[in-house]
């Protein structure tokens, strides 16, 4: 068998089987070629078996589902149809794909294939195994993409694609092009692997090389699919040992300030990956640390971070960025960065705590974000500036959100729930369904629920015949005396904020489980050495304060529950106190999803601002 079969051979083997897609996350499947040998404690879904119902997150699915499937696959291939040489029909397109669109076309294949896999769109997925198909015409025989300016920012991206193709879009012959690229940049990237520094937050990096850090990830994917080592060969040249190192016994290294945010961010993902595959400790207890740090010194109430697209010092930086920038944090790739360095970290210790950023991230972050327009126009920078701030969009056409923007959404299937021998762990309270096979049986479970306007779950068994299993869920960190009910009666149930609470049982059809996650108002302050600089949040969500002719939240934040009445099922408070300087009422409260373009709004607040005590 020549190389060509055998990588054929081994991802149609892999993704034919039904739990394909263990490409790192996984246990992997009886004839799958997976060599990973780091710990899995908890499943995903890998994007098949979790089907979303009607509500925000739904309507945005379908949403980006229409823009990209509507996009016209030679404007799309023109760039590099000139480059090659070929005739090129087609418009050209706009801003960062003006040239070609080598910055972004590998992240849409891989949105187009797991969103495909995800909903059974069989026309989505065709559309992105044809532009596959035509991006292949147009590079050399030895994997050259025969473009200027070709660096290994775009060619991770289209590696991504490619993997993601034969995972989840049964185009096994995408790893065979993979290995075609992967011979060609293995002899003419530039392999210096030169330190970050500040300057490449701007671009100023040498020809070829920028973010080369984020390259492992998706080869040694790639290898624990095919088992070819080339891939892993490859991956290993770019290990980032010189900044992951720094967190291997630190929750507060020095030297990981002033770095472009985002890729800092995705590198650990790499590290991730690394552990999947060697199984050394080492790796994740630099990513477990990696999000202490994050969580701890750099993300904002939305949980979204880089202020300027910079990683900051915990010297307070973060909360005093909001009196100097509108571009408060990078929201389509930060949230990116965030889901899967959390998913990776949820699948190898089983933890539950990882799963709070996961939350707010979906509902402050790509849950907030204005829509992506057909013509590329896109939202790129959340703003939550002192004083007043408003939604924006990026002043270029299709730049790097616009790539990360369907990956986060095709995303949405994978985060919700997770598995194991013993059952079902709840991640996130979204309308959905889940169905897997278990002891030897199909198992549905579906969740109905209106959170967070409605502070609990309804999650309804389906099975063949009753059966022993666990179900659990995720108790967030703010969450404070969850219960929970089975068939309308209440049980003893051990909830823990940060932890699974278990309930383990002979479940049959029809059985109904019941929790109820109590919310209030509540302040966050921005970082430790601001404590009364805070925002406003309810359960795990970010709210934000009509802003125009309004005065803004003062006071004692610990009292918040009490100055704001709620009307009506949403999520819309009043103030029940007038601020005593001015006799004006403070401006009400809402959730910073719904505020649309260039509406007026703050999320932060300065108790202490003698102007308005």
Avoid at 266 to 294: C, E, H
Avoid at 311 to 331: C, F, K, N, Q
Avoid at 518 to 530: G, I, N, W
Avoid at 579 to 588: K, L, T, Y
Wanted: a neutral charge; glycine letters at 8%.
């Amino acid at each position: 068998m020549d190389r060509r079969e055998f990588v054929a051979g081994a991802v149609s083997v892999y993704v034919g089987s039904r739990a394909a897609a263990a490409y790192g996350l996984g246990r992997g499947s009886a004839g799958a070629v997976d060599r990973g040998r780091g710990t899995v404690a908890l499943e995903s879904f890998e994007y098949r078996g979790v089907r979303l119902l009607p509500g925000q997150f739904l309507d945005q699915v379908k949403y980006a589902r229409d823009v990209f499937f509507n996009l016209s696959n030679d404007d799309l291939l023109l760039g590099f149809r000139e480059a090659a040489g070929m005739p090129a029909p087609g418009t050209p397109m706009k801003g960062w794909a003006r040239k070609d669109c080598s910055a972004t076309f590998g992240q849409w294949l891989s949105g187009m294939a797991r969103l495909s896999c995800a909903t059974g769109d069989t026309a989505l997925r065709d559309k992105a195994i044809a532009l596959a198909q035509g991006w292949e015409k147009t590079i050399a025989p030895d994997g050259d993409p025969r473009m200027e300016g070709w660096s290994t920012y775009s060619w991770e991206k289209i590696s991504c694609g490619l993997v993601d193709l034969a995972l989840y879009a049964d185009y096994p012959h995408a790893m065979e092009v993979d290995a075609r690229i992967t011979d060609w940049a293995s002899k003419n990237f530039d392999r210096s692997r030169s330190p970050a520094t500040p300057q490449d937050r701007d671009g100023r990096r040498p020809h070829g090389t920028l973010e080369w850090y984020t390259l492992p990830e998706n080869s040694l994917r790639a290898y624990l699919i095919t088992g070819d080592k080339k891939f892993l060969e490859f991956a290993k040249l770019w290990t980032y040992d010189s900044y992951w190192n720094k967190f291997e016994n630190s929750k507060r290294p020095e030297g990981v300030a002033l770095l472009h945010s985002y890729s800092h961010m995705n590198t650990f993902s790499s590290a991730a990956m690394m552990y999947r595959v060697t199984g050394d400790p080492r790796y994740l207890q630099i990513v477990k640390n990696a999000y202490d740090w994050a969580r701890e010194t750099q993300t904002y109430a939305s949980g979204g971070y880089g202020p300027g697209e910079w990683s900051v010092p915990p010297d307070g930086t973060l909360g005093r960025a909001l009196d100097l920038r509108y571009d408060t944090a990078e929201i389509p790739c930060g949230t990116w960065g965030g889901f899967k360095m959390t998913h990776y970290l949820t699948t190898a210790t089983g933890e539950a705590r990882y799963g709070d950023w996961v939350e707010t991230l979906l509902y402050n972050g790509m849950g907030a974000v204005l829509p992506l327009h057909p013509d590329g126009v896109a939202f790129y920078y959340a703003n939550y500036r002192m004083g007043m701030a408003q939604k924006a969009y990026f002043w270029d056409e299709w730049p790097c959100c616009s790539g990360t923007y369907i990956q986060n959404i095709s995303a949405y299937h994978d985060i919700i729930y997770y598995k194991d021998a013993q059952g079902l762990a709840v991640n996130l309270f979204v309308p959905s369904e889940a169905e897997w096979e278990h002891g030897g049986q199909v198992v549905k479970v579906l969740q109905e629920t209106a959170y967070p306007a409605d502070d609990t779950t309804k999650l309804t068994v389906t099975m063949e015949r009753p059966a022993e299993m666990t179900i659990k869920f995720r108790v967030p960190t703010w969450a404070k005396q969850s219960t929970v009910m089975v068939n309308g009666a209440p049980v003893n149930v051990k909830a823990v904020a940060g932890e699974w609470a278990e309930m383990r049982r002979t479940w049959k059809t029809g059985d109904v489980m019941s929790v109820k996650l109590p919310m209030e108002l509540y302040v966050v302050p921005v970082d430790a050495q601001q404590p009364r600089r805070v925002a406003v949040k309810y359960g795990p969500v970010m709210m934000a304060q009509e802003a125009a002719f309004t005065y803004p939240v003062s006071g004692d934040g610990s009292d918040i529950a009490q100055r704001f009445e709620r009307e009506g099922s949403n999520l819309h408070f009043k103030s029940s106190k007038r601020n005593e300087a001015s006799g004006q009422h403070v401006g009400p409260l809402r959730p910073f999803w719904e505020y649309s373009e260039r509406q007026p709004y703050r999320v932060y607040f300065d108790l202490d601002d003698p102007r308005f005590l």
